[in-house]
């Protein structure tokens, strides 16, 4: 039984590369393929996910989940009254016809839309939160341009 021992640290007892250097190779040999590419990346479209030919490649929307458990209908129309029992909410009733509402400004929560609890607490704070800018008489800049 004879000890074979390779004859440098790069190989190993058949005599092959260590793994190391295979693998150094292999990315040197990828950043080069890379670098000499033609090819360029495909092309993103915008937000309407259009495709080349022109037809949406979106997965069809899952229908609109409707709230029934009466508790939850219950507990969100308490938090929808106390939002609409605020100074600010009677100053943009006042302040702002419905006609005249853009997407900038308030629009209180759909309590009957299905929500997990966190999303919903996050719609009314989100809708308060922008309630308080009409909490003083004057009428806020909601990116209305004259």
């Given at each position: 039984?004879?000890?074979?021992?390779?004859?440098?640290?790069?190989?190993?007892?058949?005599?092959?590369?260590?793994?190391?250097?295979?693998?150094?190779?292999?990315?040197?040999?990828?950043?080069?393929?890379?670098?000499?590419?033609?090819?360029?990346?495909?092309?993103?479209?915008?937000?309407?996910?259009?495709s080349e030919d022109g037809k949406t490649n979106r997965p069809?929307?899952?229908?609109?989940?409707?709230?029934?458990?009466?508790?939850?209908?219950?507990?969100?129309?308490?938090?929808?009254?106390?939002?609409?029992?605020?100074?600010?909410?009677?100053?943009?009733?006042?302040?702002?016809?419905?006609?005249?509402?853009?997407?900038?400004?308030?629009?209180?929560?759909?309590?009957?839309?299905?929500?997990?609890?966190?999303?919903?607490?996050?719609?009314?704070?989100?809708?308060?939160?922008?309630?308080?800018?009409?909490?003083?008489?004057?009428?806020?800049?909601?990116?209305?341009?004259?």
């Open positions: 039984m004879t000890d074979s021992k390779p004859e440098s640290l790069n190989e190993d007892v058949n005599g092959n590369e260590s793994s190391s250097e295979v693998r150094r190779a292999t990315k040197e040999k990828m950043k080069e393929d890379r670098d000499n590419s033609t090819s360029r990346k495909r092309v993103k479209y915008n937000s309407k996910s259009e069809p929307r899952k229908p609109l989940e409707l709230e029934t458990d009466p508790e939850i209908l219950q507990r969100r129309q308490k938090q929808i009254d106390y939002g609409k029992n605020t100074v600010g909410y009677q100053n943009y009733m006042e302040q702002v016809p419905i006609n005249q509402r853009t997407k900038e400004h308030p629009k209180t929560p759909d309590k009957y839309t299905k929500y997990s609890r966190r999303s919903w607490d996050t719609l009314i704070k989100i809708w308060r939160k922008n309630l308080h800018e009409y909490d003083s008489s004057k009428v806020p800049d909601v990116g209305e341009s004259d």
